[in-house]
């Protein structure tokens, strides 16, 4: 089955940097990967997402790029808030299959 | 979006009884529903894949007499731990895609549950 690899597994910012977060993917078949933003107790939320067929996602202070040769992603925030404080998963997916989720970053905004 | 919703969200109960947990697709169809375990502080351990009509997939390692999965209609999917230990306790929460492979995957609120 697929193996998605997350780092780092803790990040502090300040507030107003930007805060990046990495993942690989072992399966080549995998063509969805979603990025989740969890809060102690409750359930995933997605907040950006990208297809194979695309190198670079961009929503606000929220991007996300794919390699699809080098099999990783990575999520990008920028101008971080406290409110951003928050576990965030990143995933990848075969179409219409399960999930894989990466281990999870727990990432602090100190204000 | 979609909605998924999961119940109970919280559970309590004595060691050797069993607990029933429902996942619900609210308002699409889900012919494939997964339900994940959850550690504190852990990411989201994938348990098993329900397919509607036809016998759930479980990951390696989990096991099927354990936790048993029905998905008997095309919007409900339910996880039964059975003969619960203290060891089950955890975050359980399911998940589901619509029925026209939508990319995007909608998760219930979660269930906490704890064996005594």
């Known amino acids: 089955g697929e193996n998605v690899e997350q780092h780092p597994s803790t990040l502090s910012v300040q507030e107003g940097d930007s805060a990046v977060i990495k993942c690989t993917y072992s399966?080549?078949?995998?063509?969805?990967f979603p990025w989740y933003k969890q809060e102690l107790g409750k359930r995933p939320q997605l907040i950006i997402d990208?297809?194979?067929?695309?190198g670079e996602k961009k929503d606000q202070r929220i991007a996300v790029t794919l390699n699809k040769t080098a099999k990783h992603f990575s999520l990008h925030i920028t101008e971080t808030q406290p409110e951003d404080s928050a576990v965030y998963f990143c995933?990848?997916?075969?179409?219409?299959?399960?999930?894989?989720f990466g281990t999870g970053t727990s990432l602090t905004v100190i204000p | 979006g979609a909605v998924v919703s999961q119940h109970p969200s919280r559970v309590i109960c004595k060691s050797g009884t069993s607990v029933k947990i429902e996942c619900r697709s609210l308002d699409f169809q889900a012919t494939t529903m997964f339900w994940y375990r959850q550690f504190p502080k852990q990411s989201l351990m994938l348990m098993a894949t329900?397919?509607?009509?036809?016998?759930?997939?479980?990951e390696q390692g989990v096991e099927k007499d354990k936790f048993l999965i029905n998905h008997a209609s095309l919007t409900l999917s339910t996880l039964t731990v059975t003969s619960a230990h203290p060891e089950d306790s955890s975050f359980y929460i399911c998940s589901a895609r619509d029925f026209w492979g939508s990319t995007e995957a909608f998760f219930g609120q979660g269930t906490r549950l704890t064996v005594v």
């Open positions: 990208i297809r194979s067929n695309v």
């Open positions: 995933a990848a997916s075969r179409p219409g299959n399960q999930f894989y």
């Open positions: 399966d080549s078949a995998s063509n969805y």
């Open positions: 329900s397919n509607e009509g036809s016998k759930a997939t479980y």
